[in-house]
């Protein structure tokens, strides 16, 4: 694979001479580090192709905050109501600028949900945007009616109401809008949301639990400002996937989590339009995994650096109480620092739980081939999945309710070369049963909703839809989903 590879950066650099530039100059990106493109840029990026704007050192100069934790408009039993807004508004991200965004029930971002299952939930949706959205429940099982895929257009004042109940196991899920050729832009202004799924299991384990004291939600999301510091997506918008220099986590530039010397998880989202975080800790400590996408492991797995493509989420735990000096920091695989941690006091040690999930992977079907095969091709414009663009028309494929399939992805290289594309399936949470014919690695052993791969990578995977209706899936570079790098499955 690594001659095909090489020969695909020779392909990729010869395109890039031919396609110029297709980013505006952002205002505070250098001519040297726009520029830059080098081999492990390419890597880390996995693009070939188009040049990317190169990610500047988190320098820690404002505190981490968290989203609210939105507050049920009512609960009766196990029956709650919540009500969604989405909303044009301005966030002082810089001292005395005020950049115009988009968010949840406030400016930017969206408030956490906090959902149990066994809860039937309805959720009042308004759109006050000046443009038609989605409102969809990423890695959430719910029917297809309640998925807020690109058929559930919700148009400007319009208000719509979606119930479901939850059926699913503890985990760290998102919310964001998937409108058809619009996910991108409005993501990019800021519309994101986290959605954790709360169940007696998880209450029962030993893991910190404090919401923004010992656990903490992290959104990773790189942005590039423009003139007056704007979140101008038109300007800096890449079809290859649109890249920040900037790093900006929970919606805050540039912020420094500070806590103390103690046991701390961190629920990592890459709520990013395209950048991959492979992460790793500066001092090189190592961390523990618990959970995946859609659920914890068995077990914790112990582990250095871990890669979370767009609109994947890790939850893993992290134990400061070892660090030397007053700061450690989260950097990806170049060494740029994404999140510096301040620790001050010590506190006392806590013992995490180490027996975590019961996942059985059914030994049946590692033996079956796949029924669906899907090959993702392709960059720029010409990304595909089997060949097609997608088409709201056509049903690409059908599913039986609850009835398991072996799937494979076929992350494909091309004449063109390849580049990472992470997969992504709506209203389910699969099993990953091999990736290139090995055992996949331990991060990839919990419920995955998103599964990252390299190009030239197969995975075979166990997918199973517990509801009917029609749901998407495609590539979370949202600028591929946008340009059609998708297709629909109609499970009945
Ligand atoms: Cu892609």
């Given at each position: 694979m690594k001659k095909t590879l090489i020969a695909s950066l020779l392909v990729g650099t010869a395109l890039?001479?031919?396609?110029?530039?297709?980013?505006?100059?952002?205002?505070?990106?250098?001519?040297?580090?726009?520029?830059q493109h080098s081999m492990a840029n390419t890597h880390q990026n996995g693009s070939m192709d188009h040049e990317q704007l190169v990610l500047k050192d988190n320098k820690g100069t404002n505190t981490l905050t968290f989203p609210a934790v939105i507050k049920p408009d009512s609960v009766k039993g196990k029956k709650v109501e919540y009500s969604l807004t989405a909303q044009a508004g301005t966030t002082e991200l810089f001292n005395g600028y005020e950049t115009k965004t988009y968010g949840y029930n406030g400016n930017l971002l969206g408030p956490t949900l906090r959902l149990k299952e066994g809860q039937h939930v309805t959720i009042h949706l308004k759109n006050d945007l000046p443009e038609a959205t989605t409102f969809h429940w990423h890695g959430l099982e719910v029917s297809g009616k309640a998925d807020g895929g690109p058929h559930a257009l919700i148009e400007p004042g319009e208000e719509k109401i979606i119930q479901f109940t939850?059926?699913?196991?503890?985990?760290?899920?998102?919310?964001?809008?998937?409108?058809?050729?619009?996910?991108?832009?409005?993501?990019?202004?800021?519309?994101?949301?986290?959605?954790?799924?709360?169940?007696?299991?998880?209450?029962?384990?030993?893991?910190?639990?404090?919401?923004?004291?010992?656990?903490?939600?992290?959104?990773?999301?790189?942005?590039?400002?423009?003139?007056g510091k704007q979140l101008d997506y038109s300007k800096v918008a890449n079809i290859d996937g649109t890249y920040g220099d900037t790093m900006m986590i929970n919606g805050v530039i540039n912020p420094v989590l500070k806590t103390e010397k103690k046991l701390v998880r961190l629920r990592v989202l890459n709520g990013s339009n395209a950048r991959n975080?492979?992460?790793?800790?500066?001092?090189?400590?190592?961390?523990?995994?618990?959970?995946?996408?859609?659920?914890?492991?068995?077990?914790?797995?112990?582990?250095?650096?871990?890669?979370?493509?767009?609109?994947?989420?890790?939850?893993?735990?992290?134990?400061?109480?070892?660090?030397?000096?007053?700061?450690?920091?989260?950097?990806?695989?170049?060494?740029?620092?994404?999140?510096?941690?301040?620790?001050?006091?010590?506190?006392?040690?806590?013992?995490?739980?180490?027996k975590l999930n019961t996942?059985?992977?059914?030994?049946?079907?590692?033996?079956?081939?796949?029924?669906?095969?899907?090959?993702?091709?392709?960059?720029?414009?010409?990304?595909?999945?089997?060949?097609?663009?997608?088409?709201?028309?056509?049903?690409?494929?059908?599913?039986?309710?609850?009835?398991?399939?072996?799937?494979?992805?076929?992350?494909?290289?091309?004449?063109?070369?390849?580049m990472i594309h992470p997969f992504h399936i709506h209203g389910t949470q699969f099993l990953v049963l091999s990736v290139n014919g090995e055992k996949p690695e331990p991060s990839l052993q919990g419920y995955k909703d998103t599964i990252t791969l390299q190009p030239g990578q197969k995975a075979r995977i166990a997918v199973k839809f517990p509801y009917e209706g029609m749901y998407m899936f495609h590539c979370h570079i949202l600028e591929h989903e946008d340009n059609g790098m998708m297709g629909q499955i109609e499970v009945k």
């Open positions: 890039l001479a031919a396609c110029g530039n297709e980013n505006a100059s952002t205002e505070d990106t250098t001519e040297a580090s726009k520029h939850v059926t699913q196991q503890a985990a760290t899920l998102w919310y964001h809008p998937h409108p058809m050729g619009n996910t991108a832009q409005q993501v990019y202004k800021g519309l994101a949301g986290l959605l954790y799924i709360e169940d007696a299991n998880a209450e029962a384990l030993d893991l910190p639990e404090d919401y923004g004291e010992n656990d903490f939600p992290i959104i990773l999301q790189d942005r590039a400002f423009v003139k975080y492979n992460v790793h800790f500066d001092n090189d400590m190592a961390f523990t995994q618990i959970a995946t996408d859609g659920g914890f492991l068995n077990k914790p797995q112990k582990m250095k650096e871990l890669l979370l493509g767009a609109g994947e989420r890790a939850e893993i735990l992290v134990d400061l109480s070892k660090v030397k000096g007053k700061r450690v920091s989260l950097v990806n695989d170049q060494n740029v620092v994404l999140l510096p941690i301040d620790v001050n006091d010590t506190k006392s040690a806590v013992n995490a739980s180490t996942i059985k992977v059914d030994k049946a079907l590692l033996e079956q081939q796949p029924t669906k095969v899907v090959k993702m091709e392709g960059m720029r414009e010409n990304v595909t999945i089997n060949g097609k663009k997608f088409d709201e028309k056509r049903v690409d494929f059908t599913q039986k309710k609850g009835e398991t399939e072996v799937w494979e992805i076929d992350n494909a290289i091309t004449d063109e070369g390849g």
